[in-house]
């Protein structure tokens, strides 16, 4: 299926379920009023205020709710990214799923995406998993499909006990980490050194080790998770690692969706090493880079830029002799958390391309690559050749 396609069908199958689009938060604000009744929509208010804090829990915000009318209701004032973040998961697990698999929807709350799931891949199990029973109850009194069920299971304190385990996990904003609300200790540079990073580690850790106990050996684990800074990040990637996941960077993207950027993950449940921070760096920073280097930089900046990049590493080279004597060198290398594509010519043209260090190898090594930025002006097709004045 398509994914303009795929997108409407989850879009139309959220709004038979009840979750509302295009609404605004003031509108929401009032039907939630008048369904939860007044006392427990201003108790509602007061979790919601003490989790800005970091005091309360999304647990404590569950136990407000009693119907699938109310969670949905609240859960419209984030549709659209609830539903980015649909597309984005059946995407990527969907070329990895094979007949008669067992899929987790870790975190389900009251089955809209494990529901959608289901009906669509029919030859597949499916199993939505939340800590909050009335959840579960409210979604099971639901029609559903005759291959989707409903577990209990609060990841955070406990392994999986349900056997056999499952060859896919989905996680759908399915944490709320407490260690988000921790200040940075910027007085210490190494991320990997600060409390921030020790306490975002040990919270982390207790989820992957525990996703691991519900996954066969090589399954795979699609997760959207709402991480708020680069050292979080590093904290839940080492924690995931220590757990006995593989994080692939290549299948990995940081999703946009409503100003927000939320780190959209897959992993393999294999045991890996520990990847490097700049590396992370370069992933977390990936869409801040390509918005500075939007384009390829030609002469005369070019240049300055290729020599103010520290430590940098060449990985391929390539040189071409044009009739006239004339020399040009493409050069790919790799400085800390970025990669280059730098061009020079004896003429003294020069142009460079610089994207995050997990795309090296989708640099091509040729002569006329900054031809296809389409900045060089017409009338001078071979800028390699000529002389400027």
């Not at 609404?23 to 800005?52: A, D, I, T």
């Not at 959608?116 to 559903?144: M, R, Y």
């Not at 989708?362 to 060089?376: I, K």
Request: some cysteine.
């Amino acid at each position: 299926m398509k994914n303009g396609n795929r997108r409407n069908c989850i879009q139309s199958h959220f709004a038979k379920r009840g979750l509302k689009f295009a609404v605004s938060e003031e509108s929401l604000s009032r039907q939630l009023e008048k369904l939860l009744g007044e006392e427990r929509f201003e108790s509602w208010e007061e979790v919601r205020y003490k989790r800005n804090l970091g005091i309360a829990t999304i647990q404590d915000e569950y136990a407000i709710f009693q119907t699938v009318e109310e969670m949905n209701l609240v859960g419209s004032s984030q549709a659209e990214i609830a539903l980015d973040i649909a597309v984005w998961l059946c995407t990527v697990f969907d070329p990895v799923l094979q007949p008669k698999n067992k899929l987790l929807d870790l975190g389900c709350s009251v089955g809209n995406l494990a529901s959608w799931i289901a009906e669509s891949w029919p030859e597949i199990e499916v199993v939505g998993t939340d800590a909050c029973e009335h959840f579960l109850q409210a979604a099971n009194q639901k029609n559903k499909p005759k291959n989707l069920s409903f577990h209990g299971w609060n990841y955070a304190l406990s392994t999986y006990a349900k056997a056999p385990t499952a060859d896919v996990l989905i996680c759908s904003l399915g944490i709320d980490f407490s260690g988000n609300h921790i200040q940075v200790d910027l007085d210490s540079i190494n991320i990997r050194e600060r409390d921030e990073y020790k306490a975002s580690f040990e919270e982390a850790k207790g989820y992957f080790s525990n996703w691991r106990t519900a996954i066969r050996a090589g399954g795979y684990l699609f997760s959207v998770l709402r991480i708020a800074n680069l050292t979080s990040f590093v904290a839940a990637a080492d924690a995931a690692t220590a757990g006995g996941w593989s994080l692939d960077l290549t299948s990995s993207t940081k999703l946009q969706s409503q100003g927000q950027e939320l780190p959209a993950l897959a992993f393999t449940a294999v045991t890996s090493e520990q990847l490097p921070v700049d590396l992370l760096t370069a992933f977390w920073l990936q869409q801040k880079i390509s918005e500075l280097f939007d384009r390829r930089l030609i002469d005369p900046f070019a240049g300055v830029v290729y020599r103010l990049l520290s430590d940098k590493k060449e990985l391929r080279r390539s040189e071409k002799i044009y009739d006239d004597g004339n020399l040009a060198r493409t050069i790919i290398g790799q400085a800390g958390p970025f990669a280059y594509r730098f061009t020079t010519t004896t003429l003294g043209f020069e142009a460079i391309q610089i994207v995050p260090a997990i795309e090296a190898a989708s640099l091509q090594l040729n002569f006329h690559w900054f031809m296809e930025a389409e900045l060089v002006p017409q009338g001078r097709p071979d800028q390699t050749r000529k002389k400027r004045s």
